[in-house]
Nanobody, 123 residues
Framework: QVQLIESGGGLVQAGGSLRLSCVASGRTSPIDSMGWFRQAPGKEREFVAAIRWKGSRADYADFVKGRFTISKDNTKNTVYLQMNSLKPEDAAVYYC????????????????WGQGTQVTVSS
């Protein structure tokens, strides 16, 4: 089992930045993928970014390329999401996810989820 705790959400003006963090605990050594997803009110959960835990490959949704960066610190069991140039449409609850396999962009392939952290972007 893996427990995930997100932090770093909050209220920011459009054009501003936030950095989300997700700390993993429990049986973390088999983790292969970690990702960030988001869900806005009335919308389905959508992929934002993912990173391979034992390598460096990262994938991004088209709508965040050039603005968001996913990174990790294996020594701290932590994955980050640096969000720059935030837009009102980026407002959502952001969830961290982890899996022992190749989670990728498909949320159904992730076994472990955090509780989410709210990001609000004012225009």
């Amino acid at each position: 089992q893996v427990q995930l705790i997100e932090s770093g959400g909050g209220l920011v003006q459009a054009g501003g930045s936030l950095r989300l963090s997700c700390v993993a605990s429990g049986r973390t050594s088999p983790i292969d993928s970690m990702g960030w997803f988001r869900q806005a009110p009335g919308k389905e959960r959508e992929f934002v970014a993912a990173i391979r835990w034992k390598g460096s490959r990262a994938d991004y949704a088209d709508f965040v390329k050039g603005r968001f960066t996913i990174s990790k610190d294996n020594t701290k069991n932590t994955v980050y999401l640096q969000m720059n140039s935030l837009k009102p449409e980026d407002a959502a609850v952001y969830y961290c996810a982890a899996d022992y396999g190749l989670g990728g962009v498909d949320s159904s392939l992730y076994s472990y989820w955090g509780q989410g952290t709210q990001v609000t972007v004012s225009s």
